[in-house]
């Protein structure tokens, strides 16, 4: 049970993009190679997180909670 519920929060955590941090991002770095997944780093010193394909909009929150 306690395995159902931790896949079930991570999974949840994930696809509503509750735990998608720079640290998180930069750990992907190290141990994954997705494009998609880099952080870039503009010329005035900020650094821009995109969205993944796997995380809902804000929209689909929404209806995710109702």
Known sequence: MHIE???FDNVF???MDIKDDIKAR???KKY???KEL??????NGKVVKHKVKFVLSKEQ???VFK
């Open 5 to 7: 519920k931790n896949v």
């Open 32 to 34: 994954c190679w997705r």
């Open 26 to 28: 930069l750990n992907f």
């Open 38 to 43: 880099k952080l870039q780093h503009l010329p």
């Open 61 to 63: 929150r929404i209806v």
């Open 13 to 15: 955590n994930t696809v």
